[in-house]
């Protein structure tokens, strides 16, 4: 055998391996009301993730009513299936107009889980003075703890939770406790009313209460030394102690005359 011979039937390549095409969307293809056509499915594969960005649909968990404490049922989300619309993107006709492939998808709670939660505790208070600025201040901070989920081991912060009583927000003047320990005027007055009764049905629940501050004087919605003031450098926290993630549930009743606080266990948590 000659060398000639041996050296052109060798393993090795006289020029390069060629390498794969991009396969390309046929010409003229739009999906919702975007031209792909010509591109590559790199370039369409971020037109895609980009419309996913702007047209995905989270779900919403089940949970109780602001207004009635009734269960609310969950709202499905969707989300863009980025694979299974590049494949109609790739197989589409010329000029056509391919329709984004969507799948549904539920939340972490649906209403039969919620169904299902066993109530841990529960506190109500009686609502003696229902100013209109006082009764819209409580309606509005049970509305933003209810709902809330709280982590086995996690804290539940009430500061956190509600934030600042601004004008912005919503919130109104009403009375509150001064300095001074004098009533006086002030945004978010009847907020100390949703976590005294927040921290009520806490303790009810055997839950570690890590940092509570009580009034500079006593309050007629609750037993004496069962109050919980809460301002910008007072907080109400406690820890979730039990092996359930924790839902809350706050509503001041229909008559506006008492409020409600619960605690319950998620199956499966």
């Given amino acids: 055998m000659s060398v000639g011979l041996f050296m052109s039937t060798g393993c090795g390549l006289n020029a390069p391996a060629p ?9 003229g293809v739009i999906v919702a009301g975007q ?32 207004v009635t404490g009734e269960v609310m049922p969950e709202r499905p989300g969707q989300r863009l299936d980025v694979a299974a619309t590049m494949s109609e993107l790739l197989a589409a ?3 056509s107009s391919v329709t984004p492939v969507y799948q549904p998808f539920l939340p972490d709670i649906t209403r039969e889980a919620l169904a299902r939660a066993r109530r841990l505790s529960t506190y109500t208070t009686p609502i003696l003075d229902n100013s209109p600025g006082r009764l819209v201040n409580i309606r ?39 300095d001074n320990g004098e009533k006086e005027q ?7 009313q949703v976590s005294s009764t927040l921290y009520n049905a806490a303790q009810a ?6 940092e509570r501050h009580p009034h500079s004087q006593p309050v007629a919605y609750v037993p004496q030394g069962k109050d919980a003031t809460t301002y910008t ?3 109400l926290r406690f820890l979730n102690t039990t092996r359930w993630r924790l839902i809350t549930r706050a509503f001041v009743h229909e008559e506006g005359s008492k409020l409600t606080v619960d605690l319950w266990a998620l199956p499966g948590a």
């Avoid at 390498?19 to 010409?27: A, D, G, I, T």
């Fill in 186 to 192: 002030g945004l978010g007055g009847g907020m100390c």
């Fill in 35 to 66: 031209p792909v056509g010509g591109m590559s499915a790199e370039e369409a594969g971020n037109v895609l993730t980009n419309l996913a960005k702007a047209k995905d649909v989270p779900a919403v968990n089940a949970g109780f009513d602001p």
């Fill in 93 to 95: 006709g010329a000029g």
């Fill in 19 to 27: 390498k794969p095409e991009s396969k390309l969307v046929p010409e």
């Fill in 205 to 210: 629940a055997e839950l570690k209460v890590t």
């Fill in 140 to 178: 509005l901070t049970a509305k933003l703890i209810n709902n809330a989920l709280i982590d086995p081991g996690q804290e539940f912060s009430f500061n956190k939770i509600t934030g600042e009583p601004t004008a912005a927000r919503g919130f109104q003047s009403a009375a509150v406790f001064g």
């Fill in 233 to 235: 450098d007072k907080d």
